[in-house]
């Protein structure tokens, strides 16, 4: 144990010296500071380590507030003064939804680093025009805020799935009433997203709808066909918010994963067959399940925070990165790389319309 010590103090020296030298010396600027960008993308910040420039608010009011609660920072409500200011090197985007395209659009035109929360647009001609738009001016680093496509689960079971065979897979995402804005863009665009990054392209090959879209209840159940897979989803605004549930089982020919998105991951091995019979129905077999993600809460680490869980966290660590030159290459959630989302969108959009 006296030999261990040591090790072990040199390790954490290590870990905690690698973390103080991950610095960042861009300036960055906010457009929108509601309840996402308080709770969500400034926590990554300031845990980061980034440097907020700008505040940019729809009233003089709250802009005037931001400038008292966080000293340093400039408060304004004027977009094209950020746009213009040499000093900022990316902005992140998290305003009302539907102003997120016009936004979007100004900050790409300005050459300045983007991050837009989703959704981005609200269909796929103005997704179009921003992919147009970033090649047009070269833009350096675009990210569209689908922090789901960071999160840990999301990375080992990418991992896991590599080369095995999808059979089929079942997604439930169940929600309370959501009479507030448009369901499939602000609500379902996450699940929806989540299967196009795991599974690739997606078409409808089921479609029904029930419910009642006048009071926020809508619940589509889904068949989608993707090249290698074929899975069916329920996504529901007719069940509760507390609890609402999230569940992701997919079927491969070697086992059964199962996921609530975030908080953990396992898989249950399943048995072989010997000429078109189940082994487990002739012998005793203890069916073995491994667990490949649990977040217990038991020691309070940062990769067991709800916001680094979620994705949230190393999708504004990449975003920086990239606008800084640190990584190369298109961001995983880069605009060209949502694009198959917004197919998907929008043909279940025509789907909902044609009743």
């Known amino acids: 144990m006296k030999l261990m010590l040591p090790l072990i103090r040199r390790y954490k020296r290590l870990r905690d010296l690698r973390q103080m030298n991950d610095l960042y010396t861009g300036a960055y600027a906010m457009v ?34 931001v400038a008292r609660k966080h000293p340093g920072v400039r408060g304004t409500t004027s977009l094209r003064e950020v746009l213009d200011d040499k000093e900022i090197d990316g902005v992140f985007v998290a305003a009302t939804p539907s102003a997120h395209f016009a936004i979007a659009r100004a900050v790409l035109e300005s050459g300045k680093a983007l991050f837009v929360e989703k959704p981005p647009c609200t269909s796929l001609e103005e997704l179009d025009c921003l992919i147009e738009t970033a090649k047009s001016v070269g833009n350096r680093s675009v ?58 392209e997606a078409r409808v090959r089921s479609f029904t709808s029930v419910g009642r879209d006048s009071q926020g209840e809508v619940t589509l159940l889904l068949v989608l066909e993707h090249r290698e897979a074929v899975g069916c989803l329920e996504l529901s605004t007719a069940y509760t918010w507390k609890p609402s549930m999230e569940s992701l089982e997919i079927n491969t020919r070697t086992g059964i994963y199962r996921t609530d998105g975030a908080n953990f991951l396992d898989c249950t091995e399943k048995s072989p067959t010997f000429f078109g019979i189940p082994t487990e129905k002739v012998f005793r077999r203890t069916a073995c399940t491994r667990h490949l993600i649990e977040n217990d809460g038991f020691a309070p680490t940062a990769a067991g925070h709800t916001i680094v869980k979620q994705g949230f966290f190393d999708e504004v660590r990449d975003f920086t990165r990239r606008t800084e030159g640190k990584v190369r290459g298109n961001s995983r959630a880069g605009l060209e790389s949502v694009r198959p989302t917004f197919v998907l969108l929008e043909e279940i959009r025509q789907r909902m319309e044609e009743g």
């Not at 969500?40 to 608010?57: A, F, I, Y």
């Not at 602000?186 to 929806?192: A, K, N, R, T």
């Open 32 to 65: 929108g500071f509601g309840h996402h960008a308080v709770h969500h993308l400034l926590p990554c910040m300031q845990h980061l380590g980034l440097q907020l420039h700008s505040v940019c608010c729809s009233s003089a009011s709250k802009a005037a507030a």
């Open 143 to 200: 990210t569209v805020g689908f922090q789901r496509r960071f999160s840990p689960v999301t990375d080992r079971l990418r991992q896991e799935l590599r080369g095995a065979a999808v059979h089929s897979y079942h997604y439930r995402f169940l929600t309370g009433a959501y009479p507030e804005g448009d369901v499939l863009t602000d609500l379902f665009i996450h699940p929806l997203d989540w299967v196009c990054f795991l599974f690739g």
